[in-house]
């Protein structure tokens, strides 16, 4: 399966992996430091559960997968369930009582998702998981518990936040239908210094010129919202996914502007990776329910070359 959303689960939980490493060399903790956090994988689906065989509300799976396409296949094949399409991924890196809200575009309503760790040992995180589409609460689980490296799938509610895929006239076709949420969660447990994308790494609060603004207490600051991601258009020559990360600004009117790029596979590509994001087309973040400057962080995927 060549999705970017594929290919972004598994780098990011590669990226998780890596970095269960301990305290560091010397093995001490940084002071001040809070001991421990949790890098936290959510990965939404869609299926269709009236061809479906029925799954339980909450599934404890055997393993934790490198890529969004080998857990699939694995969801597919054991659940039976049809119409398995991913539709959004997200990592963040939290520390206890620290939330993460942001939305994704499904459908003709913006399915928001807010995620609060309210507990993180060196074992396990408990976690707050909230899923909404439109007035419509899809999936909610308080303390949700996870073990260190455990993956648990989440049957949510339906909602015609679906996409159908049909062959029509001019080939492969996509129509708007119902269908029911699955939602996957990995936990990884880490010291809280080696937490990949934390929040604000994610997106924050900026000026017109880039310049960082504090979010103050009690403001509600909600992420710029991607509504259609652009690939680049060039293949490369690589046996397996190409990906950088890059970081935007986008404007209250939906533009991505002053593109940077933050890793890369090969600087060649590096143009056709920022032309593809300034082609995106997002939501703008949202401060008090006012849309602002914010940045936003995120994986360009290349195709190789068959």
């Not at 060399?25 to 001040?32: A, L, T």
């Not at 129509?175 to 994308?197: F, G, K, N, S």
């Not at 949202?286 to 940045?295: D, I, K, M």
């Amino acid at each position: 399966m060549n999705h970017p959303l594929c290919s972004s689960l598994g780098s990011r939980l590669l990226v998780m992996a890596l970095a269960v490493t301990g305290w560091g060399q010397s093995g001490v903790r940084p002071k001040g430091e809070k001991p421990y956090g949790v890098n936290f994988t959510l990965a939404l689906y869609q299926y269709d559960e009236t061809r479906s065989r029925e799954i339980e509300a909450e599934v404890r799976l055997p393993q934790t997968f490198d890529s969004a396409a080998a857990e699939m296949d694995f969801l597919k094949h054991t659940y039976n369930l049809e119409d398995l399409l991913v539709r959004h991924i997200r990592s963040v890196g939290l520390v206890k009582d620290e939330r993460f809200q942001e939305g994704a575009s499904m459908g003709g309503e913006n399915v928001m998702i807010s995620i609060v760790a309210r507990a993180v040992s060196s074992t396990s995180a408990t976690l707050d998981v909230k899923i909404t589409y439109g007035e419509r609460t899809l999936l909610e689980r308080p303390e949700l518990s996870l073990q260190n490296f455990e993956t648990l799938a989440l049957k949510g509610g339906r909602g015609r936040f679906g996409l159908k895929t049909f062959t029509g006239p001019e080939g492969p076709e996509r129509a708007p239908a119902e269908r029911t949420l699955l939602v996957t969660t990995t936990a990884v447990i880490v010291p809280a210094h080696q937490l990949r994308d934390r929040p604000r790494e994610i997106s924050h609060l900026t000026d017109q010129y880039g310049r960082e603004i504090d979010v103050k207490e009690g403001d509600v600051f909600l992420p710029p919202i991607i509504v259609q991601r652009v690939s680049p258009n060039v293949t490369v020559r690589r046996t397996s996914q190409a990906t950088m990360l890059l970081e935007g600004i986008v404007t209250p009117e939906g533009q991505v502007t002053n593109i940077r790029v933050l890793q890369t596979f090969d600087s060649a590509f590096n143009e056709k990776a920022v032309d593809a994001f300034k082609e995106y087309k997002c939501l703008p973040a949202r401060l008090n329910s006012q849309p602002v400057y914010a940045t936003l962080r995120e994986t360009i995927s290349f195709q190789p070359a068959s």
